[in-house]
């Protein structure tokens, strides 16, 4: 297997819901990102795991919760959303160490109602 | 932090044409730069990168070269074609797990 899912593909959610989103890779790679893409704009860097352990915290407010359950599995975790939070949240993994090259999910379009 | 600056943000070209990406850096210790392609409501896919210890690498119409003592890279596209239209992200890493990404270059490639 040699992609990274995430799922669900869409989300619409209110305020006051909780949800998350999941992503998984089973390419063995052991670091996992969390990005942001609003429309027009690059990839903003959320939250890096690396060897399972949060390495990277890009002052994302508190409403948006990581979690590494296992080298595979990555989820985030959303609660009392704003509707600025309306993006593309894309995961991404790495193999690690010195090999750089990032590969991305096809991302999660989240709608804050 | 690291800065990068990418221009042109819109490029438009024929067909078979060559186009031609420029990102700029402002961190030397970035070794690190990567080209992604994304079509419209697709992932960002990897399409070629370079390291700091090279000057060029090229995969087939792909090719970017890096000026490390000018600090800038660009991403060479030569006989373009309709499926090569999309928005281009050039980015630099230093450490490998932080990506700082240019603001991107929409590409259209008119048949």
């Known amino acids: 297997d040699t992609e990274v899912t995430q799922t669900p593909k869409h989300l619409v959610m209110g305020m006051t819901n909780k949800k998350s989103l999941k992503c998984e890779q089973h390419?063995?790679?052991?670091?996992m990102y969390w990005y942001k893409q609003k429309a027009k704009k690059p990839p903003e860097l959320m939250f890096v795991?690396?060897?399972?352990?949060?390495?990277i915290n890009e002052s994302v407010p508190s409403r948006f919760s990581p979690e590494c359950p296992n080298s595979s599995l990555l989820n985030l975790h959303l609660h009392a959303l704003q509707p600025e939070d309306s993006a593309l949240y894309l995961c991404?993994?790495?193999?690690?160490?010195?090999?750089?090259?990032?590969?991305f999910g096809p991302g999660t379009r989240l709608t804050v109602t | 932090g690291e800065n990068v600056e990418q221009h042109p943000s819109t490029l438009s070209v024929q067909e078979g044409d060559s186009a031609v990406i420029k990102c700029t850096y402002s961190?030397?210790?970035?070794?690190?730069f990567p080209w992604y392609k994304q079509e419209l409501g697709k992932r960002p896919q990897l399409i070629i990168d370079?390291?700091?210890?090279?000057g060029e690498k090229k995969d087939q119409r792909i090719a970017v070269t890096l000026n490390k003592t000018a600090k800038h890279f660009s991403l060479h596209i030569t006989e373009t074609q309709p499926e090569d239209s999309a928005v281009y992200f050039c980015?630099?890493?230093?450490?490998?797990?932080?990506?700082?990404f240019g603001t991107g270059t929409s590409l259209t490639v008119i048949p």
């Open positions: 991404a993994s790495s193999q690690g160490g010195s090999v750089y090259e990032q590969y």
């Open positions: 390419m063995g790679h052991r670091a």
């Open positions: 795991y690396s060897y399972e352990k949060l390495s």
């Open positions: 961190d030397s210790a970035s070794n690190y």
């Open positions: 370079i390291r700091s210890n090279v």
């Open positions: 980015a630099a890493s230093i450490t490998g797990n932080q990506f700082y």
